[in-house]
């Protein structure tokens, strides 16, 4: 399941989650829309691992949990710790990235 960010609190969902994997977007990013649901897929093939969308520039403070220079970025934490991340519009590359912590 994919829950989007509603308030700038993606600290405490990353310190409350084991495995978090987020996709770091923007309204007017098309190829954030085009990740979008390739992002759902692993989502659902991921059941042990969070994934949540966060607008970067609704929420700085939860842009500023990864480095984030281009959109989309996802970013994958474990035991509320930053991993890694990549700024993609490739399944291959998100689906790679989702698997070092899956």
């Not at 692993?42 to 969070?50: F, I, M, P, R």
């Not at 281009?70 to 710790?81: C, H, I, Q, R, S």
């Amino acid at each position: 399941m994919v829950q989007e960010l509603s308030q700038d609190n993606l600290s405490e969902v990353v310190a409350g989650n084991k495995k978090v994997v987020v996709q770091y977007s923007a309204t007017w990013c098309g190829n954030c829309r085009i990740m979008k649901p390739k992002f759902k897929k692993l989502a659902s093939e991921n059941e042990d691992v969070v994934f949540i969308i966060a607008d970067a520039e609704q929420f700085p403070e939860s842009r500023k949990l990864a480095d984030v220079s281009n959109l989309p970025t996802f970013a994958t934490f474990v035991d509320g710790k930053f991993v890694n991340q990549t700024q993609t519009n490739k399944f291959e590359v998100l689906k790679d990235l989702v698997n070092e912590v899956a």
